[in-house]
């Protein structure tokens, strides 16, 4: 087999806030910069209600910080901010022309600390990948242990192709596949691990088959403990999202109990 080219993002988009875990996102994306030699686009998106508050001086001093940092670790770097609108969006969220964007997550919208759209509209309408950081996330290596959560769907498999930088430079990748007793699932997991196989990624795989007793997203974490993972890849919005809100879907579930980083595709 010829030797795989490995992939690399080449503009990385954090969004920055002063929400409690906002130092950890930022150097989160300044390490992967750094794998990538890739240039980060840091991106204000502090709710205006946020300059009512305490963190105000915190957030006056957001520019300085980021290109600070950015700077210390030898990163190329732009700043901007968000534009306050009453239609707020991912055109105005810069995401349009980043590889893949690095946002808080759903909780510091619902605090009022991040303007909405952050980061549920930026997955839905912008066409690139979200890496979620949780709210507990420490700082340590990402994308060392990968679990990929497969179903063979459009936004599974989008979130694949759209996280092949990061696949591709893991030291183990385990594919995770919830109720393998279907057979069609059981013949696209097999063909996905093929497929990764091209690109020079050796994946194992996990199954767990739905009895009833246990549900996909807790199914899922048995599998990150199991392997050690730091991140999960797995498609976002599978339904419509106030289906999944008026359901309870795999997509909120997991964005609202998240303990490891994820990377999402619409």
């Known amino acids: 087999m010829p030797k795989v080219n490995v992939r690399s993002f080449r503009d990385i988009l954090v969004y920055l806030s002063v929400g409690d875990n906002a130092p950890a996102r930022l150097g989160a994306a300044i390490a992967m910069a750094q794998v990538h030699g890739a240039r980060l686009i840091g991106v204000d998106v502090n ?6 508050t305490d963190r105000a001086p915190v957030a006056a001093e957001l520019s300085e910080t980021f290109l600070r940092e950015t700077r210390m670790a030898g990163v190329e770097s732009v700043f901007h901010v968000a534009k306050q609108s009453d239609r707020i969006g991912w055109r ?12 808080p997550s759903a909780s510091e919208a619902d605090a009022r600390l991040v303007m909405r759209g952050v980061p549920e509209d930026v997955m839905l309408n912008a066409g690139v990948p979200v890496l979620v950081i949780p709210d507990l996330w420490r700082p340590q290596p990402l994308g060392r242990r ?19 930088p990061i696949l591709t ?32 990624i050796v994946a194992e795989k996990f199954t767990w088959p739905a009895t009833g007793d246990i549900d996909a997203v807790d199914a899922l974490f048995s599998c990150l403990s199991e392997s050690g993972a ?13 289906l999944e809100r008026l359901l309870g879907g795999v997509t909120q579930t997991l964005m609202r109990t998240l303990t490891v980083p994820v990377v999402m595709s619409h």
Do not use: C, K, M
């Open 169 to 200: 430079r893991a030291e183990n990748v385990t594919l995770f596949a919830f109720d393998p007793r279907q057979e069609v699932l059981e013949e696209e997991s097999g063909l996905l691990l093929g497929h990764l196989a091209a690109h020079g």
């Open 92 to 103: 105005t969220l810069y995401a349009h022309y980043a590889d893949i964007a690095i946002a």
């Open 146 to 164: 990968v679990v990929v959560s497969w179903n063979a769907s459009r936004e599974a498999t989008r979130a694949v192709h759209d996280s092949l």
């Open 47 to 52: 709710h205006p209600s946020v300059y009512d």
């Open 230 to 242: 730091d991140l999960i890849v797995a498609g976002g919005y599978g339904h419509p999202r106030l």
